[in-house]
Each structure stands twice: as C-alpha cells, then as structure tokens.
C-alpha cells in the first residue's frame, strides 16, 4: 500500500520556473528570455491602454473653453 509521503508527481508534470537571464552566460541573457522588442519584451502596458481599442479620453468629446464669462464688462461714462 502506497502512502501520500511516497507519492511524487508524474514525470514533467512539475516545470521550472524561467530565471530572468542577467548575464551572458545565464543561458537566456540579453534579452532575458522575453525575445526583441514588442510590447511583452518592455516593463509594462501602460494603464490607459486598452488594448488597441479607441482609449477613453479620445473617445470622450472635447468641450473646449469659452473665456466670455470670466470678462469685466465696462460700462461707458
């Protein structure tokens, strides 16, 4: 009878974890593992970026500014 203390995962079924390369002699250094450029090769995705789709502050309307109401009004004497 087998006990759980003796039981080991099937053949590859557990991986190890890629190490970022920092070195030449790593294996993967250069480019650390991540390929060249292109967007998964950088530090992050900026937030506001919605994966190609029209970002939000373009697809809201702009409302511009009128200074009309802020003007003194003189009156002639």
């Known amino acids: 009878m ?3 203390q003796h039981l080991r995962p099937a053949e590859g079924a ?7 390369g920092c070195g030449t002699g790593s294996g ?3 480019t650390a593992g991540k ?3 292109g967007q998964k090769a950088r530090a ?3 937030p ?3 994966g190609g789709q029209m970002p939000l502050q373009r697809r ?3 409302k511009g500014f ?3 109401r802020h003007t003194v009004k003189y009156q002639v004497v």
Request: glycine fraction near 10%.
């Open 2 to 4: 087998r006990r759980l």
């Open 14 to 20: 557990k991986k190890n974890r890629k190490r970022r």
């Open 28 to 30: 993967n250094g250069g």
């Open 35 to 37: 390929g060249h450029k």
């Open 44 to 46: 992050t995705v900026h």
């Open 48 to 50: 506001w970026f919605e």
């Open 60 to 62: 809201m309307t702009h």
């Open 66 to 68: 009128s200074n009309a």
